[in-house]
Every structure is written in structure tokens, then in C-alpha cells.
């Protein structure tokens, strides 16, 4: 058994394991978001399948902030969330913002084809409603808070007064808030963000990231008394080729 199967096992078996996180296997990040690009019927089909049971399928009133992080550098989090965001959207019929909290390695403008000035940095340093520096994308009920201009002390921000104020303002403008957040592994900017959310998804790659790693991850966003919502398990493999996926 591989080691990252064993970890979302033992998430599930331990005791103090939230009771309502899933496991939620997405197959791939390379599903494209930008105009005319193609997408993967299988990859889609996860992603709706992630957003039923975290927003859509919920008895009780749905998560409205949600943070997405991986373990580490590299494992999709920023093509599962987009995924998401726009899944949501579409599905939920009420207005979802993607908010690209990755002050260091932004990577939400480009996946949709828009421009990354006057975001999140922008935001937590300006007057002005929440609204103005957020970008209608090219799908109804979908707006985009890219990470803004970035500073050598962008990421600082997070931990300033504004950043509550401002997703204040989200919940307000907005139904739904889905965070891409920088890998756990390198920076504490996923649990800053996690604790003005209601859960985060935790993001791992399949035959990556390691199990040591993971639970470090999943130990901190304990202490940082950040609900875990689910752990996807992306870039799985599977044994039937893609050309034959592409036709169910």
C-alpha cells in the first residue's frame, strides 16, 4: 500500500479526526481553465463530485469561506481550487469569488487569461469597497481576487486588520469564497487564512507527498483549530487509459 493511501487512511481512523472529512480522489490538474482550452470529462466529473460534498449536498448551512492548500510546492492546488470555484458557480447559480492568496507564486490570473494588478495586496492596502478589485471572469456568477502587486511584504498582510475586514466584505458580496493558499509545508499563510474560514481541503499528490510531511500539515492545521473539510488525493493514476476516459 502506498504511503499516501496510508495517511488518508489514518485520518480517517484516528480518534480525534474531524468526523466529516473525505476523501475525495481527483485525478489529474491539468484540466484547462482558459478560454477554448479542453477539459476532462473524468477530472470535471471529480471536481463536481468535491464540490457536492463540501457546498452543495450539505444538511446544515454550507462552508461560505473555504481555503485550498496542498502540502507541498506543485501539487494542483491552484487547478483544484480554480476547478472548484468555477463547478460552484456554475451549479450553485450564486456568486462565488476566487481569491488567489499566493502572494509568492501566483498562478489564478494566468490559468483564466486576465492580469494580476490591483488584487488582494491592493485591497489590504487601499480604501475602497470590495468590489472594485475584484475581476468578472468569462463565466457567469464567477469574480477573481488576484494576489494584486506583489511586494516583498505582500504576504505580511495577511496578519494585518484589514485582512478580516476585507473577507468581511466577501462574505457580504458573495455567497461562496474559495482561498487558493500557498503550500503548508513552506509558509504559515494557510493557517492565518484558515482561521478566518470555516475549513480548509488539504491537497495531496499522489506518489509526492510524503506521509511525514503530511502529518506535520495535518498537526498544525489541528493546532491552528482549523477544520479539515477534505483531503484530495490528485494526480492519481489509473489503470485504464485516458483515451478510453475520454469517451464515458
Not at 468526523?19 to 490538474?29: G, K, L, M
Request: proline residues 6%.
Amino acid at each position: 500500500m502506498s504511503r499516501h493511501f496510508e495517511l488518508l487512511q489514518q485520518m480517517e481512523q484516528e480518534e480525534h479526526v474531524e468526523p466529516d472529512v473525505r476523501r475525495i480522489p481527483v485525478t489529474a490538474s491539468e484540466a484547462g481553465l482558459r478560454s477554448g482550452a479542453k477539459h476532462r470529462p473524468w477530472f470535471d466529473a471529480e471536481a463536481l463530485r468535491l464540490v457536492q460534498q463540501i457546498f452543495l449536498l450539505q444538511t446544515q448551512e454550507p462552508p461560505r469561506v473555504v481555503v485550498f492548500s496542498g502540502i507541498d510546492h506543485g501539487n494542483g492546488c491552484s487547478r483544484i481550487s480554480a476547478s472548484a470555484a468555477e463547478i460552484l458557480a456554475k451549479n450553485a447559480r450564486r456568486p462565488v469569488c476566487l481569491v488567489d492568496a499566493n502572494f509568492r507564486s501566483p498562478a489564478l490570473p494566468e490559468l483564466f487569461g486576465t492580469t494580476n494588478h490591483h488584487g488582494l495586496t491592493e485591497a489590504l492596502l487601499q480604501p475602497g469597497p470590495i468590489g472594485s478589485f475584484v475581476k468578472p471572469l468569462n463565466r457567469s456568477n464567477l469574480w477573481l481576487l488576484s494576489s494584486g502587486t506583489l511586494a516583498a511584504d505582500s504576504a505580511n498582510l495577511l496578519s494585518s486588520d484589514s485582512l478580516r475586514e476585507r473577507l468581511s466584505e466577501l462574505r457580504q458580496d458573495f455567497d461562496f469564497v474559495v482561498i487558493d493558499a500557498p503550500p503548508l509545508t513552506r509558509y504559515s499563510d494557510a493557517l492565518v487564512l484558515g482561521q478566518h474560514s470555516e475549513g480548509l481541503v488539504l491537497v495531496l499528490e499522489a506518489d509526492s507527498t510524503r506521509r511525514e510531511a503530511a502529518s506535520v500539515a495535518v498537526a498544525s492545521l489541528r493546532a491552528a483549530n482549523v477544520p479539515i473539510l477534505a483531503a484530495v488525493l490528485n494526480k492519481r493514476t489509473f489503470p485504464i487509459p485516458e483515451a478510453i476516459y475520454s469517451r464515458l
